[in-house]
Structure formats: C-alpha cells, structure tokens
C-alpha cells in the first residue's frame, strides 16, 4: 500500500509513498510525444452506472495491468479527519463477503501478479498487473470490493497502528520527511493541500470504523471511479468484462469536489529546522504556482518546459551553473508539476557541496532567478529541452503501468483524454515569450516559503 508521490519534492512531505520509479516515470510520460497514430491512441466507452472505462492498447507482451481511480483524496477529507483516505486503502485489503480477510492478496500472488495502492491529495488508486488471461480473475476481484467491503472493529483498530508506524518511518524519524511537511503546511495557507496525504499523527489516532465506513460509502461508487486497463488486450474482450463485474454495482450520489479557496499570499515565509539526524544541509524553495485546474491555467505547460530548462538534465542551467562550473553544489535541481487539482508548487532544491554554504547556495539561486527574470531562456534551451522530453518518450510508451498512471491521473484530476493526447502538439507550440511571462508569474517571493534544513540539535 503506498501513497503515490506523483509530487515527489512536495509530496515527499506526506511521506507514504512507495510507486518510486513508477510515479517518477509517470510523470515524465506526460511528455510523450505524438506519432502520426497518435499518442496512445486510448479508446474509451462509459457504462450506464456512470463508471468511465479506458483501454490503451499494448500487445508486445502478454501483460496487462488494471488499474482502479476514485475521485476522491486527502483534500476531500473533512476537518479533523486527516488521513481517512489513505487509512481506507489500506483496509481495502481486508476483505468482502465472497474475499475474505487476506485472500485478495493472495490470489493476486498466486496467479502471478503484482499489486499495490496509492493515496494522494486528489484521488485514490488500485492496481494489479498480471498475465492477460488473468485479467478476469483481477476485475472480479476488484469489482467486489467496489461495493462489498466488510471490516470489523479489530481490523480498524489494527491497521490503525499500522499506519501510525507507517507515518513514524516515513515522516516522523525522517528529518527530510518532517521538513518538507513543515515547508507544505508554510506554503497554503486554507487549501487542504497544506494537510499531510498520510494525516496529523493526533488526528489518525482519531480515526475509526465508522470514519472508514462513512469514507467508502461517501466516494466509492462506479461514478466517482475510472477504469483503466492497458496491455495486451482489446476493447472487443474488456467490453463484456467489464459490464458483467462493474456494470452490476449501481451508481450512487457522491458529493460535488469543493474545497477552501487559497488566499492571496503576500509574504514570503522563512523556515529553518535543525535536526541531529541530518549528515547534509539542504536548501530549498516553492512557489505557489498555477496548475491546469487552478489559477493562471496557461502558465501551467510553460512551467513544465521552465522546469525542465532549469532543472532537468545535465545541461540545464542548475546542474551545468552550480554543480559543473561553480562546483558548489553536489545536487542541484527544479520541479514542478501541473496536474493538481488545486494550486501546485514549482520547487528549487540545492545541497552544498565541500565548504559551501546554505548562504552561497541561495545567493546562486536567487542570482539565477534573477537572471531568468530579467534576461529569460534562450531559444536553444526551449529547442533542446523540447529535443530531450521527445526522446524520453520512446522508452516511456515501454511501461503500460505509466501509460495508465497518465490517464488515471489526468482524468480524475478533470483533465480529459484528448487533453493528454494533444499535449505533443501544444507543447511544441509554446513560444519564448510564454515560457518567459511564466517564470516572470511563478517567481514571485511573496508566494515562495525558503527552507533551510541542518544538522545539529534543534534550538
């Protein structure tokens, strides 16, 4: 069970994901370029209980994998229920009337397959990859518990010390864990992305049957989920799979996607933490930013080229400026993401090097800040940086895990399927000036939170 650190530097904070090199392949996917075909050339169809079906098409290996979204994650929590998302996909395996406690793991196993589950701030998800002749035994099984889940005080009780040691490896005795939660609380100031994915240590202990109960009858439903299936099978053989396992769970009212407006933010915050654990500093900074669902929507594709150019490969101006040339930073890099639902960051991260400081570190980064400000990117950057996020796709269509954490993601977070298979064409139409109002929109400090992490005993 995991949380899915799609976000990796800002998600690192809720500190419960383990999709690794997965989350990180997946969002490189979403710079995969279109052929002449196409993209993934998904097809798509809708059951009448409301449940949304994609199937993209892979059939160089008899794998397939399937993979279950529900719209619905921590930020949908209420107040004081932090942690009730991820805390019900963990007892997501605790079994039906037909599966008991246990079993779905162990048939996944037994046929030879894969699994795992990941909570995020915007939705939450369910996988199985396996060989394609299994597909039916996975689909029944996860159609099962869509709708007849059972848990009993035992089991709640249970897994809620599970999670809590959970938290304690991944947050709490981890000084990187802790900070980037401090750093995410600073830097909302009312939208629920400022709460952990994995919830306040207090509020989880809180948690019980009833909150998880309440949960699952709240969101999972065939009309608040997404279906996607991508391998080495056809619409022809999912169709009736699909109908006959999910098409047999009705559809049920689940509450409309509201949330707390973020604030105008209008200064910049500072953190310092000191922590006897740390055998590196680190320096690093967010500013809030626009995604594809929030705010000033068309910086969102410039942002991803400008992340890139900043902090993408070796040659990128991070990299080749502090850790080649100037040799004062050991690791040096940018990231943003732009399929949030709500407000995203666009992150700068730094770790001296030798006898360099936190002080020379952000010194650099705000000279180099300034320089994009007030010079921009080059034309080459934006050619070459457009040249390496194409290359990177002729390997990504390799993973059909990654091809459906693409649709999954996108569709859950209110993206549509053509949003995804014409982003080759858009991004090839940003220009320099877009790429540059972007930087000039994003970098602004009144909306950034400064983190210094060191070694040594807190003061």
Do not use: C
């Not at 996944?108 to 699994?115: F, I, K, S």
């Not at 915050?269 to 654990?277: A, I, K, V, Y």
């Not at 070459?384 to 269509?397: E, P």
């Amino acid at each position: 069970m995991a949380v899915a650190l799609k976000e990796l530097l800002r998600r690192a904070a809720r500190g419960v994901g383990a999709l690794g090199l997965g989350v990180i392949l997946a969002a490189t996917l979403l710079w995969v370029p279109a052929d002449a075909d196409g993209l993934f050339n998904p097809k798509s169809f809708e059951l009448a209980n409301g449940l949304q079906v994609v199937l993209i098409e892979d059939h160089r290996a008899p794998v397939v994998t399937q993979m279950v979204w529900y719209k619905a994650g921590s930020a949908d929590e209420p107040r004081g229920k932090s942690g009730i998302a991820h805390f019900l996909e963990h007892l997501m395996f605790k079994g039906t009337r037909d599966v008991p406690a246990g079993e779905f793991s162990e048939v996944v196993t037994r046929n030879g397959g894969r699994e795992n589950a990941f909570t995020s701030f915007d939705y939450t998800g369910y996988f199985q990859t396996v060989a394609a002749d299994r597909l039916e035994t996975m689909m029944r099984l996860e159609a099962d518990r869509m709708t007849n889940l059972t848990l009993t005080e035992e089991q709640v009780n249970a897994e809620r010390l599970v999670i809590l040691e959970e938290r304690r490896s991944r947050v709490d005795n981890t000084p990187t864990g802790l900070f980037f939660e401090q750093m995410n609380a600073a830097q909302y100031l009312a939208y629920p992305y400022r709460v952990p994915v994995i919830g306040w240590e207090s509020e989880i202990k809180s948690l019980g049957l009833d909150d998880a109960i309440e949960w699952y009858r709240t969101y999972y439903a065939p009309n608040n989920a997404i279906l996607i299936v991508a391998g080495d099978v056809t619409v022809e053989q999912l169709r009736p799979l699909a109908e006959k396992y999910y098409g047999a769970i009705p559809r049920r009212d689940t509450p409309a996607r509201t949330r707390a407006e973020e604030p105008p933010q209008l200064a910049a915050r500072r953190l310092e933490m000191f922590h006897p654990q740390v055998t590196q500093d680190t320096w690093r900074r967010s500013y809030l930013a626009p995604s594809y669902n929030w705010g000033e929507e068309k910086h969102a594709l410039p942002l991803q080229i400008l992340a890139q150019v900043l902090g993408g490969p070796a040659t990128s101006r991070l990299y080749r400026g502090m850790v080649v040339e100037r040799q004062v930073a050991v690791l040096a890099s940018a990231f943003y993401s732009a399929t949030d639902v709500g407000p995203s960051q666009f992150f700068l991260f730094a770790v001296p090097r030798g006898d360099a400081t936190l002080a020379e570190i952000e010194a650099q980064m705000d000279a180099l800040v300034a320089d994009v400000l007030e010079n921009g990117i080059t034309q080459d950057e934006l050619d070459r940086t457009r040249r390496n996020l194409l290359a990177q796709a002729v390997y990504a269509r390799d993973n059909v895990q990654g091809a459906a954490r693409i649709f999954g993601e996108a569709l859950t977070n209110g993206r549509t399927i053509e949003d995804v298979e014409s982003w080759p064409d858009r991004m090839g139409q940003v220009t320099l000036e877009e790429v540059n109002a972007a930087a000039r929109y994003v970098f602004d400090k009144r909306r950034s939170v400064t983190g210094l992490l060191r070694a040594g005993e807190p003061s």
